[in-house]
């Protein structure tokens, strides 16, 4: 069973990256915004949990086609693409309710910075699974505050020339402007106008924020307990922020994820389950385990995002939305119950949690944001799990010089009750990367639970 699912380690590395410039990105074009004019955040937009930049880094080997003026050539394209793509080159600004929206100004625009590195990509070795030590290939301003998005450039870009000729892309995006599918848009448009030479953007973006609006009077019919502040009474706070917890990633092959499934299935077979709700579960279960939880008693909760585009039905959301129209589903357990109970249980919780979330309950969520507005990000006995693998963070990402080596994220240590589900990144490949924190006394641990699914 081991060899279904493989520790991948990554080298321990100090990067050297000397900055050579950086530069402010305006639109190449006009846009249908003059200087004080502001545009509506819906409450999915500006909930306390997008109030971040995401960052990725994108990473190419040096190929005969590659040109030297790669800053030039995404410049160009990033210019091009911010006509139709405009409110990433304004700013968030706070009104005085505390909800955001974005406002134009002078001075203002995306960034790109050209980075030097004296080091060779070669060098960074395995490229084929996130690893903190690339953080210097994201460009973070001097002294700057964690969770800051207001008055910043929405869309950071850094390009790190290594001394072999491969560069890498590391990107922040602020999720204010777009969910995982409206960022893979995005991106999309900007690769292939670089490749191309010419703007392309199909399907047509559009902001349409408004489609959100809350209702009047407000009404919440569920009580959300995926934003619920909570006192956390379980070891689990002292287990990942008082000591630093390790990244751990596991390459989980597709025969591995359809055994989960299966399992799942075993024993309630009027139910179809996901890979991603037996995937789940079995980390949940793994991951508590591991951590040896207590009091056996303690609610603990487990989150994931669900994509709501295919369930608005009145009026459906326009074709090229490329804002935040995910909501977030909670499942929530016992310790002792995720212990006892076998892995179909756990993943039918993880079921009855996707499926709850429908239109009405997109729209309670938004009234909900609207009267409460949570202003701290929660995490007391929860864990999130992030699922990559629907996005097409490969294909997306070929500016002309081919698909990168690899394509995600960095560093999940600042929020170590997250886990990434990755797509696997060469050419036909179709497992994935399970990416998470732990203690290093739990690891061993968290390995046999996760490997023994016959036995889950």
């Given at each position: 069973m081991a060899s279904l699912m493989e520790d991948i380690h990554f080298p321990h590395l100090s990067i050297p990256v000397t900055v050579k410039h950086k530069e402010a990105v305006l639109p190449a074009g006009p846009i249908p915004v003059n200087h004080g004019d502001t545009l509506y955040l819906s409450n999915l937009d500006d909930i306390i949990g997008c109030r971040v930049f995401t960052p990725t880094v994108y990473f190419y080997h040096s190929t005969p086609s590659m040109s030297k003026n790669v800053v030039e050539k995404l410049r160009d394209a990033l210019a091009l693409v911010l006509v139709p793509y405009y409110p990433f080159s304004g700013r968030i600004r706070e009104t005085s309710n505390g909800k955001l929206e974005i406002f134009f100004g002078p001075n203002q625009g995306s960034l790109i910075v050209e980075a030097h590195s004296s080091i060779a990509l070669a060098d960074l070795g395995d490229l084929s699974t996130p690893n903190p030590s690339w953080s210097p290939l994201i460009y973070r301003f001097p002294n700057e505050e964690p969770y800051k998005v207001v008055d910043m450039p929405l869309l950071i870009a850094q390009v790190t020339y290594f001394r072999d000729g491969g560069f890498s892309l590391g990107l922040r995006m602020c999720h204010c402007l777009c969910d995982g599918i409206g960022a893979m848009q995005f991106f999309n448009a900007w690769a292939t106008t670089a490749r191309v030479g010419t703007l392309v953007a199909s399907p047509k973006p559009c902001w349409d924020r408004e489609y959100f609006l809350p209702r009047d009077p407000p009404l919440i019919n569920y009580p959300h307990?995926?934003?619920?502040?909570?006192?956390?009474?379980?070891?689990?706070?002292?287990?990942?922020?008082?000591?630093?917890?390790?990244?751990?990633?596991?390459?989980?092959?597709k025969e591995f994820q359809e055994q989960v499934k299966s399992l799942a299935q075993e024993t309630n077979k009027d139910t179809n389950y996901t890979a991603f709700d037996a995937m789940a579960a079995h980390v949940w279960r793994s991951w508590v385990k591991a951590l040896d939880v207590k009091p056996l008693d303690y609610e603990l909760r487990l989150t994931f995002t669900?994509?709501?585009?295919?369930?608005?039905?009145?009026?459906?959301?326009?074709?090229?939305?490329?804002?935040?129209?995910?909501?977030?589903?909670?499942?929530?357990?016992?310790?002792?119950?995720?212990?006892?109970?076998?892995?179909?249980?756990?993943?039918?919780?993880?079921?009855?949690?996707?499926?709850?979330?429908?239109?009405?309950?997109?729209?309670?969520?938004?009234?909900?944001?609207?009267?409460?507005?949570?202003?701290?990000?929660?995490?007391?006995?929860?864990?999130?799990?992030?699922?990559?693998?629907?996005?097409?963070?490969?294909?997306?990402?070929?500016?002309?010089?081919?698909?990168?080596?690899?394509?995600?994220?960095?560093?999940?240590?600042?929020?170590?009750?997250?886990?990434?589900?990755?797509?696997?990144?060469?050419?036909?490949?179709?497992?994935?990367?399970?990416?998470?924190?732990?203690?290093?006394?739990a690891c061993k641990r968290f390995e046999e639970l996760f490997c023994l699914i016959d036995k889950a």
């Open positions: 307990i995926e934003f619920m502040s909570v006192v956390d009474e379980s070891s689990l706070t002292r287990s990942l922020w008082e000591v630093k917890p390790v990244q751990k990633c596991y390459k989980v092959t669900v994509n709501t585009r295919h369930m608005l039905k009145n009026p459906p959301l326009k074709d090229g939305f490329y804002g935040n129209a995910v909501c977030i589903a909670c499942a929530t357990s016992k310790v002792e119950e995720l212990i006892d109970h076998p892995l179909p249980w756990t993943a039918d919780l993880v079921n009855r949690a996707r499926l709850s979330v429908n239109e009405d309950y997109v729209r309670s969520t938004v009234d909900y944001v609207e009267v409460r507005r949570p202003k701290t990000l929660e995490f007391g006995g929860k864990l999130t799990i992030t699922q990559w693998t629907r996005f097409l963070l490969y294909e997306s990402a070929d500016f002309g010089w081919g698909r990168p080596a690899y394509a995600g994220p960095i560093d999940l240590t600042p929020t170590p009750q997250v886990c990434v589900f990755l797509p696997e990144g060469g050419i036909n490949a179709d497992g994935m990367l399970v990416c998470l924190c732990l203690p290093e006394t």
